[in-house]
Each structure stands twice: as structure tokens, then as C-alpha cells.
């Protein structure tokens, strides 16, 4: 009789998911963004941030390995490319940095402890009751109002309140409200470049779904269809086209719409 004596593989566990706290999906611990509405994970980005300075130290290290190399180069170059390298390193840890601050400052909080918990939920319940008269009442103004304050000022998520998606399309239209406002005087800046196109694609395919349609259709044709065409030169065969490569689950995938419109940012007008 034949045994193994092999000890037995260990078995990797499987991350749990975390909910996005933007748009409520579940996603990958590790993802780095929301793949459904582009929101940074924070967990996820700093992981993925320290693996990629982990993998720059090691390319540091492998160059330190060949020193005949970097003699026959000479000292002069070798302690160029270290310092370049070095260079290169602070700066993608700035940028890393700073873009997680932006993309995190005004958002809901990740993880909270069990007083902030209870605090969130019971702001979201008086929050949501304020957002469904509001929506009842048919006043964008105030739901726009309700939706920002929780996200901006008490950073909790209304995610699963009845209304979500109304709130969230009454909050882009006062935005987009907003650089229209600005952009009557001076070119946009690339932030506001990116908010603006992402909000008119959010409209163009009625991501607020059935809920904001009675609201948000009449905004749609009047409003938001102008500006697509007469200002930023998309055609409407031109947003058929990008249609399949900027939703995700039939939502409008911030990430992805950036991709697909980033290099027209300069012609619009």
C-alpha cells in the first residue's frame, strides 16, 4: 500500500468583496477602482501602490547587482540612473498621494467604527425620508441639496434609501449646472472637463433608470443633448459607438468614459 506522504496544499482563502461606498456594488478587496462607477478603493489602491514601489525597489536592487556594468559606464552613470530612479519614484508616491486625497476627501468613509455606524444609519434614514418628499414634490433643487450633504459634508452613503438613483441625478444636474455656469467666461479645467463629460454621458444613457426618468427625460432632450453635440462635438452616432465600451452593468463607468474622452477635452468649446 502506497501512502503520500506529501504534506497536503494549503488552500489560499478568497478575499471577501466590500461594498463600494459610492454606488453600493460589491467589488474585489484588492481592485484599485469601483469597475462600475470608478470610485478609488482605498484598501485596494494602497495595496496596489505599495506592490508597484515594491516592484520599483526590486528593480532598484537588480541594478545594484551589476556592478561590473554599471563600472565599465562608468560612476558618473550609474549614480544617474539611481538618481533618476529615485526621482521617478517620489514622484509617482506624490501623484499616488494626492490623487487619493482628492478622489477620498468628500467621499463617505470606508470603515467605521460602531458609534459612526449607528450615527450613519440614522442619518440615512432621516435622509432618506427628506430625499423621498422631495422626490414627491418633483424638487430637483432640494434633492440635489440632501444627496450633497450627506456625501459632501456628513460623508455617509444614502446607498439602498428609496430614491438613490433620483438623488444621485439630481446631484450631477447641479453640478453640471455649475461648470456650465463658470464655463461661460474661461476655458474648463481637465477636472471639469472629465465631470462634465461624465455627467452628460450619465444622462445620455439614462443611467437614472426608471426612477429619475420622469424627472430627468425632459433635462435629457432639453438640456443635456445640446451640450453633448453643440459643445462638445460628440454625434449621436458617436455615443452609440462608445456605448458598449463606457457601460458596466448598465452603469456609466467613470474610468472608462475618461478613456474613451480624455484627448477631445481640447476641442470642446
Not at 16 to 36: M, S
Not at 90 to 106: F, N, P, Q, S, Y
Not at 120 to 129: K, M, P, T, V
Request: net charge negative.
Amino acid at each position: 500500500m502506497c501512502y503520500n506522504n506529501n504534506p497536503p496544499e494549503k488552500i489560499q482563502p478568497v478575499p471577501e468583496p466590500v461594498v463600494c461606498p459610492n454606488c453600493g456594488a460589491q467589488i474585489d478587496r484588492d481592485a484599485d477602482r469601483c469597475p462600475y462607477c470608478g470610485y478609488i478603493n482605498r484598501e485596494g489602491a494602497e495595496r496596489k501602490f505599495r506592490t508597484d514601489l515594491e516592484a520599483i525597489r526590486r528593480d532598484i536592487e537588480e541594478t545594484k547587482k551589476e556592478p561590473t556594468r554599471a563600472l565599465v559606464r562608468g560612476i558618473a552613470g550609474g549614480t544617474k540612473l539611481v538618481l533618476t530612479i529615485l526621482v521617478i519614484l517620489l514622484v509617482i508616491t506624490a501623484l499616488g498621494v494626492a490623487e487619493l486625497i482628492r478622489e477620498t476627501r468628500d467621499k463617505p468613509k470606508l470603515f467605521l467604527t460602531a458609534e459612526e455606524q449607528a450615527h450613519a444609519s440614522a442619518y440615512a434614514a432621516a435622509a432618506g425620508e427628506q430625499l423621498g418628499q422631495a422626490y414627491e414634490d418633483g424638487d430637483i433643487t432640494r434633492m440635489a441639496e440632501i444627496f450633497d450633504e450627506a456625501y459632501s459634508l456628513e460623508r455617509v452613503s444614502l446607498w439602498g434609501v428609496p430614491h438613490y438613483e433620483a438623488g444621485y441625478a439630481a446631484s450631477c444636474y447641479g453640478k453640471l449646472s455649475r461648470i456650465l455656469a463658470g464655463w461661460q467666461d474661461r476655458s474648463l479645467t481637465d477636472h471639469e472637463a472629465e465631470e462634465l463629460t461624465y455627467i452628460c454621458f450619465y444622462f445620455y444613457y439614462r443611467a437614472y433608470g426608471e426612477d429619475g426618468a420622469a424627472l430627468f427625460d425632459p433635462i435629457r432632450e432639453e438640456e443635456i443633448l445640446p451640450v453633448i453635440t453643440d459643445r462638445l462635438g460628440y454625434t449621436g452616432e458617436d455615443m452609440e459607438r462608445m456605448r458598449d465600451r463606457v457601460l458596466e452593468a448598465q452603469r456609466v463607468n467613470r474610468s472608462r468614459v475618461f478613456r474613451e474622452t480624455s484627448k477631445y477635452y481640447k476641442n470642446y468649446h
